[in-house]
């Protein structure tokens, strides 16, 4: 019988307390087996980013890059996690060309191990901290910045919004997208079907953090994050994927 983690609200059997013997029968009794559950769980979790992103979100990937409006010859920097697996530099690399520069910052290794450390940032959410990526890059180095899966893990947005906008040019676009596990939307989609509360539960179940606890901003924190920051800020969301983003005010331009 399962009993919750530590520190977590009681269960009667919870959602690995119920197998069958039928299930023994075709399975092996390895799936009793607390330590195997959370490798399975865990399986399941991994990859879900390129997989999303590559394949289930790809048009929404093509709205990102078009509101980047990237030029060949830019300097773009990319904060995320997965980076490379979701293939967002080399897809920036073929739209800013020989001439152009791609930074990138992955965030993955030290999200994922704040998350089982339950370290929390300065705002008080697990997962999050102060970002000093851009602390030695002069004022303007960029053209355009996006964060792609790394929204949830800055513990100020306004803090990190003013930096990131210092180190880009004037009249340029930054862009946030998130796909927003355990946010707001997933959490109203989840309510309505106990099937899907059922799968998350499970899971979720071994977890060392409580998906409720999962840091999340919602459009209308970023947008008070951005406020005065950048003309023109927009948000939308597509099937639990977050778009936030901005133009740098040009103060060259004609009003």
Known sequence: MNTKPPGKAPWNRGPWGYTQPRDLDTLGPAIEDPR?????????????????????????????????????????????ESIDPCGWADDIRALVGVSGEVRAVDVIDRARQSTIDLVKGRNGRVATWQWDYTRDVADGTFDAVVVLQAVQHTDDWRETATELLRVMKPGRRIVLAEAALFGAPFWSRVDADVHLQYWVDKLAFHRTLDPKETSYYSP??????????????????WKGIELFWGRKPDPASPA
Do not use: C, K
């Not at 979790?45 to 060949?72: D, H, K, N, Q």
């Open 36 to 80: 195997e559950q959370a490798r399975w769980a865990r399986l399941i979790m991994l990859g879900g980013l390129p997989y999303i992103w590559r394949e289930l979100a790809s048009p929404l990937l093509t709205i990102v890059y078009s509101l980047l409006e990237i030029r060949r010859g830019d300097r773009v920097l990319i904060v995320g």
């Open 220 to 237: 209308e924190e970023l947008h008070r994050a951005f406020e005065g920051l950048v003309d023109g800020p927009e948000n939308l969301e």
